[in-house]
């Protein structure tokens, strides 16, 4: 993905493991382990499912360069090196040899015609340079109270269908406003802002299987297309249709 844009990201999550370079301005961000910029030739990630946001440093349009792999992707390509699993610690870097090599990758990516070879090569020199510099294993967090729990299980088994914050603290017989305070302290966002972030994903799921963003819209739970493009398009910066054509 390659985007130049001066847009504000509200907090969300992503199913992939996102690794890019900034290639001009520059980016702010929140995420789990506090606020980081990045600016130009630095290289940003993001662990599956981390919750973060973005806007540009001095309000300043930012250009930048993503590669987003699938965990099981990345477990096979990783498994002869690396034993169990591993998560990224620092959202942002200055490391010029990684930057290179992440710039590397997405030219040979993005090649008239990607040589398959070519592609394998780069892609283990590239993750695991990222890990061997920047992984660990993962960080023990708390585990949240289980009326958060319940309520994120509701969440994420069924976000096509639609659900109301009394139902969600139902669940666990606590009030709404105990809820939402518990759920904002656990997860870094509201249970509607979860919930929507888990429609935008499963729509984007359903674009990469060929569905039609209409389709996509009313299979993930959206009233409606338009109301999934304006979800979409505060997420990932693109439309459901320009994703769904670079998928295809």
Do not use: K
């Amino acid at each position: 993905m390659s985007l130049a844009s001066g847009r504000t990201f509200p907090r969300h999550g992503h199913d992939q493991l996102g690794i890019g370079v900034i290639v001009a301005g520059g980016h702010r961000s929140w995420s789990g382990r506090g606020l980081v910029e990045a600016l130009a030739g630095d290289v940003i990630t993001v662990n599956p499912g981390e919750i973060h946001d973005g806007a540009p440093v001095r309000a300043e349009p930012r250009t930048w360069r993503m590669l987003y792999v699938e965990p099981h992707l990345l477990d096979g390509l990783l498994c002869e090196t690396v034993s169990g699993p591993v998560e990224i610690t620092r959202p942002a870097v200055s490391d010029p040899i990684l930057a290179a090599a992440v710039s590397r990758l997405l030219a040979v990516l993005t090649a008239p015609t990607p040589d398959p070879l070519a592609v394998e090569e780069t892609m283990v020199r590239t993750l695991t340079h990222l890990v061997a510099r920047h992984g660990s294993r993962p960080m023990p967090r708390p585990e949240p109270p289980p009326f958060v729990t319940r309520a994120l299980r509701r969440i994420e088994e069924a976000p096509d269908q639609p659900m109301t914050l009394a139902e969600l603290a139902g669940l666990s017989g606590v009030s709404r406003f105990q809820l939402l305070r518990g759920f904002s302290r656990a997860v870094g966002t509201t249970p509607h802002a979860y919930l929507v972030q888990h429609r935008v994903r499963l729509a984007r799921r359903l674009l990469a299987a060929g569905r039609s963003p209409a389709e996509a819209a009313a299979e993930s739970g959206f009233a409606d297309q338009s109301h999934l493009t304006r979800a979409f398009v505060r997420q990932f910066g693109v439309t459901p249709a320009r994703t769904r054509a670079a998928l295809a």
